[in-house]
């Protein structure tokens, strides 16, 4: 029972990471119905980002929580600007275009940074400095929950709730809603599409900014290939819930998660990958649309 | 007459030359031809299922990895012995129809996989049908990885040589030969209609799931041989070739060359092919430059090279006639 329980703990732990991933994709797929295939490596590059800014605030020297902040924060806000200058010059000029080629731009741009980052950065791994020290707190039932644990999910939930009150509760928020809802009849209402495309792209860039510097807290060892495999799994986790839908990534996330972990720690760790996209298969064929996803019917 | 003729004299040029390319092109030359030879087939094949018929399939390495594995232990378990048996026969002959069952059982084989994927795009559209193929194509890799009978992760090695230029242009025949008689005929038009607007084509009678799980059988029975070539002409298989990368380059030439246009994917393939090869003397920069130029020729022909067209003499004299009218052209 105690392990199981730990299981959990550790697959909430990823599975909020995916989740902060998969929030991306779901909005920027609910407004530009494009999946943004360099979005993983956005997290890759917010790892990365976030290693420079510890050394630049030397935060592995005297760690404190408020360097640790300003680590994360600055790796969303570089992120967030790289997402908007990506937007900008790669997809914009593709969004009137066939999808399939607005989906080879998106790869082609993920190639880019994958590629660019071996250049400047080597394709080695490297460490991400402790920023945290390790604390371990005993939860009971032989559970142990580690600090930096509790910094991931905290974070993820913080970022989510603060995502939810953006969306539901701000002007821009409405203005997003509407625009997934109906580009021409946003437009038609005054909203500025453009803008509301390129402030997707900068939340959902920060996002997996964040969800970088947070994997990197717990596994240190970042490379530039670090983000394809978690980007195309949290990409599952997003259709898991039902693509598009903002709470149906965020479960799909967590579904994710967990159930990797439960695979690895009672099946068999080699088939850890191969089992998420069975899950997913499964689900898919029980419910089409995802999780939360509603069956939309086809206009003619 | 012209029915036996065209493959008459398609069989007499691809013999010569297979005499004579291997002795006139150095041995990187030539591999890079017969890449590309194996890559048009692949888009070919994919271009079925993107390009035709319109449904999204992103895994087509996963079928390509079926039929180059299922080919190569064909070829190691059965076709060795069964060319040993044929040692009247010259050995290039014996080889050869060793290597047509060994690609036949891969084919068939990554065809029947093609069948299982197929069966779910009765039910799933656009962007959740993509993410069943990915799922597929990565379920493959990680199987692959973990059956020690195929090597594993160590990879699949001494598979006999056995793919010459005639069996890999030969396949390139067959496969763009057929791709044109499917465009031109009812299943086609029907494949078409599907892809342009499926609601509308079941509405004219088109049996619409039929139609989509003919295109992903046959698509992955031509990656699937598309996979034993390349397994019979590299002799070594790792399950680290067929990633999703893979199955994104093949992508990339079936938008590039232009949806549905069998020769937009031929030039296609041969320019993707050949692009990181020539950009091998800026090293490091290579993928850098390949993923650029990438992006950039999407933003400058979303539609892709050719768009939905085919090339053809008549347009190709179109073309040049504009700039300098030709002597006596109609």
């Given amino acids: 029972m105690s392990e199981f329980l730990q299981q959990l703990v550790n697959g909430i732990t990823w599975g909020s990471v995916y989740a902060l991933i998969a929030l991306g994709y779901t909005m920027v797929y609910g407004i530009l119905r494009l999946i943004n295939f360099a979005h993983g490596d956005i997290y890759m590059l917010g790892a990365f980002t976030g290693l420079y800014a510890s050394r630049w605030f030397g935060a592995a020297q005297q760690p404190s929580p408020l360097k640790a902040l300003l680590v994360l924060v600055t790796s969303m806000a570089v992120c967030a600007v790289l997402g908007m200058v990506i937007e900008r010059l790669a997809y914009k000029p593709v969004r009137r275009s066939p999808r399939l080629s607005a989906l080879i731009t998106a790869i082609g741009v993920s190639l880019f940074l994958e590629n660019g980052c071996v250049l400047l950065f080597g394709a080695s791994p490297r460490f991400f400095p402790q920023i945290v020290e390790q604390r371990n707190l005993p939860l009971g039932f032989g559970v142990t929950l580690s600090n930096q644990q509790l910094i991931v999910i905290v974070v993820s939930l913080v970022l989510m709730l603060a995502l939810r009150w953006l969306v539901l509760h701000t002007r821009v928020g409405k203005a997003m809603q509407a625009v997934s809802h109906n580009h021409m009849a946003a437009a038609l209402m005054g909203i500025s599409v453009d803008r509301i495309v390129t402030f997707t792209f900068m939340i959902g860039s920060a996002l997996a900014a964040a969800a970088g510097v947070l994997v990197a807290l717990q596994s240190p060892r970042i490379e530039p290939y670090m983000g394809i495999l978690p980007g195309l799994k949290a990409f599952v986790a997003a259709v898991l819930g039902g693509i598009g839908n903002i709470p149906g990534a965020v479960v799909g996330g967590l579904v994710m998660g967990i159930a990797e972990v439960l695979v690895t720690g009672y099946l068999s760790p080699t088939y850890r990958d191969a089992i998420a996209f069975i899950l997913l298969i499964v689900i898919l064929l029980v419910r089409p649309a995802g999780i939360f996803g509603r069956a939309v019917a086809e206009k003619v | ?330």
């Fill in chain 2, 1 to 330: 007459m012209r029915r036996t003729l065209g493959p008459a004299a398609a069989l007499g040029v691809l013999l010569l030359l297979d005499r004579w390319v291997p002795a006139a092109t150095n041995d990187y030359h030539f591999q890079v031809l017969m890449l590309i030879g194996i890559n048009i087939v692949l888009a070919v094949s994919l271009n079925l299922v993107n390009g035709f018929t319109g449904q999204f399939s992103i895994g087509h390495a996963g079928f390509m990895a079926v039929g180059a594995y299922a080919s190569a232990k064909f070829s190691l378990e059965l076709g060795k012995p069964l060319v040993a048996s044929m040692a009247a026969l010259p050995a290039p002959l014996a080889q050869g129809v060793a290597l047509l069952f060994a690609l036949t059982a891969g084919g068939l084989l990554a065809a029947v996989a093609g069948w299982l994927v197929g069966l779910p795009s009765l039910r799933l559209r656009g962007d959740y049908l993509a993410i069943v193929t990915l799922g597929f194509g990565e379920i493959i890799r990680v199987v692959i990885l973990n059956v020690e009978a195929i090597g594993a992760a160590r990879g699949l090695p001494d598979i006999p040589q056995w793919a010459s230029f005639f069996w890999v242009f030969g396949t390139v025949v067959v496969v763009v030969t057929l791709a044109r008689h499917i465009a031109a005929s009812t299943h086609g038009r029907a494949m078409f209609a599907i892809r342009d607007d499926e609601v509308a084509a079941e509405a004219l009678g088109v049996d619409t799931t039929r139609y989509k799980v003919v295109a992903f059988v046959i698509g992955a029975f031509f990656a699937g041989v598309a996979g034993g070539l390349s397994a019979h002409f590299l002799s070594y298989l790792n399950p680290s070739s067929f990633t999703f990368l893979k199955s994104i380059e093949v992508i990339a030439m079936v938008v590039l060359g232009g949806m549905g246009s069998v020769t937009g994917s031929i030039l296609a393939a041969t320019i993707l092919t050949l692009l990181p090869e020539v950009l091998r003397p800026v090293k490091d920069f290579r993928m850098v430059v390949y993923s650029l130029m990438l992006v950039i020729l999407m933003i400058t022909r979303p539609q892709g090279l050719l768009g939905t067209h085919e090339l053809t003499w008549t347009r190709l004299r179109g073309w040049f006639g504009r700039r300098a009218p030709a002597k006596g052209a109609a």
